[in-house]
């Protein structure tokens, strides 16, 4: 068991929700860190993921009923995959993630400068499907 400490004896979710919270990368499959966020200071989202850490579809699984899950799309992918299968693999990411709670279609990260504008409007297009 992996035990970490939070600095809140009394969670405030009212502040929480007030700045924004929004869980960032956890790597672990369901960190109780991420388990503490959402039960106690009520974060209701979670953004930043990648495929060889944790894919967003593995963390549908966990708490796509009780948090909003935003992104997804591996950056990398992105960047390096030929137009079909970048078509092909976002379209994948979607299908899993569309049922079972809240979901936006993003980047699992930002949008670097090295990725190709045509690959981000392949991600908005199959988006936008």
């Known amino acids: 068991m992996v035990r970490c400490k939070v600095p809140l004896k009394n969670p405030q979710p009212d502040i929480g929700h007030f700045v924004g919270v929004v869980i960032g990368k956890v790597a672990s499959d369901r ?33 796509g009923d009780r ?9 990398h992918r992105l960047a390096t995959l030929d137009e079909a299968k970048r078509r092909h693999y976002v379209r994948d990411v979607i299908d899993r993630c569309l049922s079972g709670g809240l979901f936006a279609v993003g980047a699992g990260n930002s949008i670097f400068s090295y990725i190709p504008l045509k690959s981000y409007l392949v991600m908005i297009d199959e988006a936008l499907r």
């Not at 991420?34 to 953004?47: M, R, S």
């Not at 948090?67 to 950056?75: C, E, S």
């Open 31 to 63: 960190p109780p860190l991420e388990e503490y966020l959402i039960d106690n200071v009520k974060a209701d989202g979670k953004h930043s993921f990648q495929d060889s850490v944790l894919p967003i579809w593995k963390n549908k699984q966990f708490w």
């Open 67 to 75: 948090i909003a899950l935003l992104g997804g799309i591996d950056a």
